[in-house]
């Protein structure tokens, strides 16, 4: 029948799509559809509005470990290869200069014993002193007197690589290329998925909220901040709470830095390091960000208590889920940071605090040069493990073994995501008793295996 299928995947950002492209290009399975509650793809976390727009690779993102870089760059190389294969250079893969810096003395003994750990996993990989980022990076070292900066500054990455990328634009690019392998596969559009129910013969029914009915043998659940809350209304994930965390940034006018420029990370913080970089989606201008504010939304709204979630009341209002939350807030430098962070959104207020960090990486910014980038940013969903009682840091899966499997992927969600697509696909084909060529796809990427 017409909406009956072997696998239905629930969310086209970039991770569901790129798991799309992956079973129409590489397996022998026949009918595959796409499910998206918008009117587009790709319009929510993977817009080119909604991250930082780049491949987090594990060479600059100073709270990963050596184990975890070396993990990330096998998956962020592939998608690296696939859209320098398809053409898709200044297209949806641009090139620029990426660096991650130490200020003070206590960053740069940092930064530079991480530069020998790393500089073995990143072929290439470069050390700055402080006349060196001068010369790549003047901004930084400019101080707001015009005269440089005091502090001790060094620096570990690349002065040419292929870093940023428009998540929105490669989503768009998998689909265009599944259209080409499986004529089978289709997209359905304005598809709020509201019920999702395992029949008594095998296989599940999709409900949508206006009532549509899509039949599928699996379901793959990659909807962002949205799988926890369909997990746990299948009766899946109950020992599992949502920290959901809005990131929001900063615009600077002109191309202040010619590349990426991130700060060191606190590892207590599942966030990302205020960083800047100039923005591929709206030239000349220099974005700063993101700031991180828990808020009870599965995604923004252009109004503050707008997309308020009444489903995060039942995951969330949990004894065991408020007591790991509180435990967080017991460590002084977290609570200072989530406050901190709150007042970032407090109009007239939030830039004056903001510029403070901001001239970390700019010491010369003047307030007048910050304009807040509305529209800009968006939702990640934090998972907490009430039975660990922990905040779970990066991916979180949920395996149930019957058809059916939710995936939440926060950063670095869209950077793995052809990496978690090799994984979905080597399950699903496996269930269905298809076949997978996987050779082929790592041939294709260019991944040694």
């Known amino acids: 029948m017409k909406n009956d299928f072997d696998v239905v995947i629930i969310g086209g950002g970039v991770s569901g799509c790129a798991t799309f492209y992956t079973l129409n290009e590489y ?15 790709a319009s929510i976390s993977s817009s080119s509005k909604g991250n930082s727009q ?10 990963y470990t050596s184990a975890k870089a070396a993990k990330v760059k096998i998956a962020a190389d592939k998608v690296k290869h696939y859209a320098l294969s398809k053409g898709l250079q200044n297209k949806v893969i641009f090139k620029m ?11 740069c003994d940092f930064m530079t014993k991480r530069h020998e750990e790393f500089k073995s996993i990143f072929e290439g990989l470069q050390f700055f002193n402080k006349n060196e980022i001068k010369k790549i990076e003047p901004k930084i070292i400019e101080g707001l007197d015009g005269n440089d900066r005091i502090e001790n500054i060094v620096a570990s990455g690349y002065l040419e690589s292929w870093c940023a990328i428009n998540f929105e634009k490669l989503s768009q690019s998998f689909v265009e290329e599944s259209a080409k392998s499986n004529k089978d596969s289709e ?14 013969s095998g296989g599940y029914t999709i409900t949508s909220k206006d009532n549509r009915k899509i039949n599928a043998k ?15 209304h299948s009766g899946y994930g109950k020992d599992l709470a949502c920290l959901p965390v809005a990131g929001s940034f900063y615009f600077v006018p002109g191309n202040l830095l010619r590349g990426k420029v991130y700060g ?7 966030f990302a390091a205020l960083h800047g970089d100039p923005d591929i989606a709206i030239s000349g201008v220099t974005r700063l960000g993101p700031t991180a504010l828990a808020m009870p939304k599965l995604e923004r709204s252009k109004y503050l208590f707008g997309n308020i979630s009444g489903e995060l009341l039942t995951i969330d209002f949990k004894v065991a889920a408020m007591q790991v ?5 017991k460590d002084s430098e977290i609570r200072n940071f989530v406050f901190r962070n709150m007042f970032f959104e407090v109009p007239y207020f939030g830039k004056r605090l903001f510029i403070k960090d901001a001239r970390k990486i700019i010491p010369s910014l003047k307030l007048e040069d910050l304009t807040y980038a509305k529209g800009f940013g968006e939702v990640r969903p934090q998972v907490v493990d009430m039975s660990a009682k922990k905040l779970e840091l990066g991916e979180k899966k949920i395996l149930t073994n019957k058809g059916i499997t939710f995936n939440m992927t926060p950063s670095p969600g869209a950077t793995s995501c052809l990496g978690n697509a090799e994984i979905d696909t080597l399950e699903i084909a496996k269930y269905l008793n298809k076949t997978f060529d996987i050779e082929r796809f790592y041939k294709d990427l260019s991944v040694i295996k």
Request: aromatic share 6%; with cysteine; proline share 5%.
């Open 27 to 41: 397996t022998d399975i026949g009918k595959i559809a796409l499910l998206d509650k918008c009117d587009k793809l």
């Open 54 to 63: 780049t491949i987090h690779d594990g060479s600059i993102e100073t709270n």
């Open 97 to 107: 200069q990426k660096i991650a810096i130490g200020v003070g003395d206590k960053e």
């Open 187 to 200: 997209v359905f559009l304005n598809f709020k998925v509201v019920k999702i129910k395992e029949n008594p």
């Open 218 to 232: 699996f379901v793959l659940v990659n909807a962002g901040s949205y799988s926890l809350p369909l997990a746990q």
């Open 264 to 270: 060191v990370q606190n590892p207590k913080l599942p």
């Open 325 to 329: 939350l509180l435990d967080l807030l």
